[in-house]
């Protein structure tokens, strides 16, 4: 009984801190959290970053030149033009979110290219 009482509170401190831990991040940082963000993601993993220097943006799921989410300019070009999902922040031409057969449609540009399938997005 006595080992019992003493564990509880760590079996409740852990699956608390595992909790927690689990939460998803916004995918935008606020003002303040910018910077210091940006400043770990470039030195917690060069392996990781996003270079832009080839024709399919993996991160997104489609061809770099069309991507965005990656492309400042041509996001506000697309949201001048009413082309934005408000609800996932992004352009609605490119929301596999709300439009799934979009993902179909720039992973048919990728197989005829390279002949093989996209990798899966991660945003």
Sequence with gaps: MMLTIRFVP?????ALMLAVGCTSQSA????????????????????TAHTHDSWW???????????????SKLAAELQKKG????????????????HPELEARFAAQY??????????PQG
């Design 10 to 14: 760590l079996v409740c401190g852990l």
């Design 28 to 47: 935008a940082p606020s003002a303040d959290q910018g910077s210091a963000k940006s400043t770990e993601t470039a030195s917690s993993s060069k392996k």
């Design 57 to 71: 943006c993996d991160e997104h799921g489609v061809p770099e030149d069309v991507c965005g989410l990656c492309n």
């Design 83 to 98: 082309d934005w999902c408000k609800e996932h922040d992004r352009p609605d031409s490119q929301c596999f979110k709300c």
């Design 111 to 120: 197989e005829a290219k390279y002949g093989k399938k996209p990798p899966k």
